[in-house]
């Protein structure tokens, strides 16, 4: 059996759900500013508890009175509770500031939360939430990667 007959039988299973969702820059806790968008696109799949997402977020202006730990908001369901953030990917085709020493974005979907934590990270360096310093009006990301569901 091929992949596209495998892909038709899980496509009708009954926990089988696919939809678009609408990812938006904010904070964790603080003040999410007023953006716009070039592009603002959100995709999932979800098969039994696990789900599949993948986000394009291309700023068209970006407002600097954003204030805290960034995150994208809008994942269409809840990470499972309890235990420490499911890291979901790195985050690709970025556009934004990195940080002295960082080289590498990661995305973590926080538990008991729908939305998904931006970090840094670097050889040598602890991991760091990203802030307002890190965008700009040129900044984009698009983000995929696999979360559990309660």
Request: aromatic content about 8%; proline content about 4%; overall charge negative.
């Amino acid at each position: 059996m091929g992949i596209k007959a495998q892909s038709r039988l899980i496509k009708g299973a009954p926990d089988y759900e696919e939809g678009l969702w609408t990812p938006t820059l904010g904070v964790m806790s603080g003040t999410d500013g007023v953006h716009t968008y070039d592009t603002q696109v959100g995709e999932y799949v979800r098969l039994g508890k696990l789900v599949w997402v993948k986000c394009t977020v291309d700023l068209g202006s970006f407002d600097g009175s954003m204030s805290g730990s960034a995150v994208v908001k809008g994942l269409p369901f809840v990470n499972t509770p309890g235990g420490t953030p499911f890291a979901i990917s790195t985050i690709q085709n970025v556009t934004l500031n990195t940080g002295a020493g960082y080289s590498m974005y990661v995305a973590l979907v926080r538990s008991s939360q729908s939305d998904i934590a931006l970090r840094e990270v670097g050889s040598d360096l602890n991991e760091s939430a990203l802030t307002q310093a890190d965008f700009s009006s040129a900044s984009a990301m698009v983000i995929s990667g696999v979360y559990a569901t309660p």
